[in-house]
């Protein structure tokens, strides 16, 4: 048996609400078939969106949107909650999922820090990493993750702020193959480090949707060459696509 909300009310504003962020804008008979509701309750819910600031009327179309208010309250959530705590389980689970070395991190100007490491403990190697050492965006797995959301200016950016050294004959020095690597990361939603910030290594990682534009995360598998061919990356990639989902739909339930 289907439980009910025992405020009819809430269900109907937080509905629109939902709805209104799903498709971006909706017109009073859109929000009306979409839930059920009559014209008038349809409107009536619209306005009370609009006095509390959660949503806008276009005054050309007149078709209600979304406020930046909902963003604004995501983040003040974000802001009390410990992400390495929320994260740690996830990472714990790749790594014991794919037997290889998993590193979270944050961005931090042109630089993503560690902010935590499941290292694998049946492969007998060790990685150099260590919590609170940082790495460049430009030559890094999480780096090029997290870039790779960024709009076109703050791409350039970093680029422009970074120190570009070539850390090993792999690692991307010319900025428009370093664009061209961003769109491919777009295209498959995953970055590789394919030897780039240290010889011997390649990652794979992805960027973290945290609704917030305060900070970026990003996490990664690290595995030496020998265990990293273009076969195993296309395995690996299945794992830290589906470990990101999971971790983006347990923070933000529907």
Same mark, same amino acid.
């Given at each position: 048996?289907?439980?009910?909300?025992?405020?009819?009310?809430? @269900?109907?504003? +937080?509905?629109?609400?939902?709805?209104?962020?799903?498709?971006?804008?909706?017109?009073?008979?859109?929000?009306?078939?979409?839930?059920? =509701?009559?014209?008038?309750?349809?409107?009536?819910?619209?306005?009370?969106?609009?006095?509390?600031?959660?949503?806008?009327?276009?005054?050309?179309?007149?078709? $209600?949107?979304?406020?930046?208010?909902?963003?604004? =309250?995501?983040?003040?959530? %974000?802001?009390?909650?410990?992400?390495?705590?929320?994260?740690?389980? $996830?990472?714990?689970?790749?790594?014991?999922?794919?037997?290889?070395?998993?590193? +979270?991190?944050?961005?931090?100007?042109? @630089?993503?820090?560690?902010?935590?490491?499941?290292?694998?403990?049946?492969?007998?190697?060790? %990685?150099?990493?260590?919590?609170?050492?940082?790495?460049? =965006?430009?030559?890094?797995?999480?780096?090029?993750? %997290?870039?790779?959301?960024?709009?076109?200016?703050?791409?350039?950016?970093?680029?422009?702020?970074?120190?570009?050294?070539?850390?090993?004959?792999?690692?991307?020095?010319? $900025?428009?193959? +370093?664009?061209?690597?961003?769109?491919?990361?777009?295209?498959?939603?995953?970055?590789? @480090?394919?030897?780039?910030?240290?010889?011997?290594?390649?990652?794979?990682?992805?960027?973290?949707?945290? +609704?917030?534009?305060?900070?970026?995360?990003?996490?990664?598998?690290?595995?030496?060459?020998?265990?990293?061919?273009?076969?195993?990356?296309?395995?690996?990639?299945?794992?830290?696509?589906?470990?990101?989902?999971?971790?983006?739909?347990?923070?933000?339930?529907?």
């Amino acid at each position: 048996m289907e439980e009910k909300n025992p405020i009819q009310v809430a @269900d109907r504003l +937080f509905g629109t609400l939902e709805l209104l962020a799903e498709k971006g804008s909706a017109a009073v008979m859109e929000v009306s078939d979409a839930l059920g =509701l009559n014209k008038t309750t349809a409107h009536r819910i619209l306005s009370s969106l609009v006095y509390m600031g959660y949503a806008c009327q276009n005054p050309e179309s007149g078709r $209600y949107e979304p406020t930046l208010k909902v963003v604004n =309250l995501s983040n003040k959530v %974000m802001g009390h909650m410990d992400i390495v705590q929320i994260v740690r389980p $996830y990472l714990r689970k790749l790594m014991e999922m794919t037997n290889e070395t998993v590193h +979270f991190v944050r961005r931090e100007g042109i @630089d993503a820090v560690y902010i935590d490491k499941v290292e694998s403990y049946r492969n007998g190697i060790q %990685m150099v990493s260590r919590i609170g050492s940082r790495i460049p =965006l430009y030559c890094s797995g999480v780096g090029k993750a %997290m870039v790779s959301e960024m709009d076109e200016d703050m791409v350039k950016d970093i680029w422009n702020r970074s120190t570009i050294t070539a850390y090993t004959p792999y690692t991307i020095t010319d $900025y428009e193959a +370093f664009t061209d690597e961003l769109e491919q990361i777009r295209e498959r939603g995953y970055a590789l @480090d394919n030897e780039e910030n240290e010889a011997g290594v390649r990652c794979i990682a992805v960027s973290l949707n945290t +609704f917030t534009e305060q900070e970026q995360y990003a996490f990664s598998i690290s595995a030496p060459v020998s265990r990293m061919n273009n076969e195993r990356i296309h395995e690996l990639a299945e794992y830290i696509l589906a470990i990101k989902k999971q971790i983006e739909e347990s923070m933000y339930k529907k």
